[in-house]
T-cell receptor, first 111, second 120 residues
Framework: QKEVEQDPGPLSVPEGAIVSLNCTYS??????FMWYRQYSRKGPELLMY????GNKEDGRFTAQVDKSSKYISLFIRDSQPSDSATYLC???????????FGGGTRVLVKP | GAVVSQHPSWVICKSGTSVKIECRSL??????MFWYRQFPKQSLMLMAT?????????EQGVEKDKFLINHASLTLSTLTVTSAHPEDSSFYIC????????????????FGQGTRLTVV
């Protein structure tokens, strides 16, 4: 079993819909949680980061962390075709530690 | 966010030759840099952790003598693929974590654009 599980998709939604992404993890030591967006043949771009449990909102993006369930989510409101990409969750046990990535979910937003 | 520049963005080399990839943090000092490898439609696989002024820490299964990492300054790390073979063809990505004010409390990692290596 992988430490971080993420549905590979593809997740196809119509433009304007809410995109809902999630990751589950097995190691309760993870404390820092991040979401990255990666376009084809590009490096990942940091979208959101959170520490421990709770919610965080930034524009159209909302990140949620539920440490008791070992479950994190990313929501994208008013999705646009330009949001079509692979979304990777990542987490680490302590500040400065290496990141453990999920496998990524491919998202397609259709006009 | 902070900017990490990786060069070259793509390279084609002959089997048996060596290729050097550079990773620079442009607007912050990076005490730690990470090198990843990514195969098509797969996630990032950590190869090694590079700390400025010390030897890199390699992940299990990664050949130290084949993938040479140098982190000579707080803004530059290099990955050299030595005696490259076609199976080394992949997408290589670096990331950097900032030290000081730019890093913030949560030490998020910023990624370079990636380098596509093709060995023929």
């Amino acid at each position: 079993q992988k430490e971080v599980e993420q549905d590979p998709g593809p997740l196809s939604v119509p433009e304007g819909a809410i995109v809902s992404l999630n990751c589950t993890y097995s190691n309760s030591a993870f404390q820092y949680f991040m979401w990255y967006r990666q376009y084809s043949r590009k490096g990942p771009e940091l979208l959101m980061y959170t520490y421990s449990s709770g919610n965080k909102e930034d524009g159209r993006f909302t990140a949620q962390v539920d440490k008791s369930s070992k479950y994190i989510s990313l929501f994208i409101r008013d999705s646009q075709p330009s949001d079509s990409a692979t979304y990777l969750c990542a987490m680490s046990k302590a500040a400065g530690n290496k990141l453990t990535f999920g496998g990524g979910t491919r998202v397609l937003v259709k006009p | 966010g902070a900017v990490v520049s990786q060069h070259p963005s793509w390279v084609i080399c002959k089997s048996g030759t060596s290729v050097k990839i550079e990773c620079r943090s442009l607007d912050f000092q990076a005490t730690t840099m990470f090198w990843y490898r990514q195969f098509p439609k797969q996630s990032l696989m950590l190869m090694a952790t590079s700390n400025e002024g010390s030897k890199a820490t390699y992940e299990q299964g990664v050949e130290k003598d084949k993938f040479l990492i140098n982190h000579a300054s707080l803004t530059l790390s290099t990955l050299t693929v030595t005696s490259a073979h076609p199976e080394d063809s992949s997408f290589y990505i670096c990331s950097a974590r900032a030290s000081g004010p730019t890093g913030g409390l949560f030490t998020e990692a910023f990624f370079g654009q990636g380098t596509r290596l093709t060995v023929v």
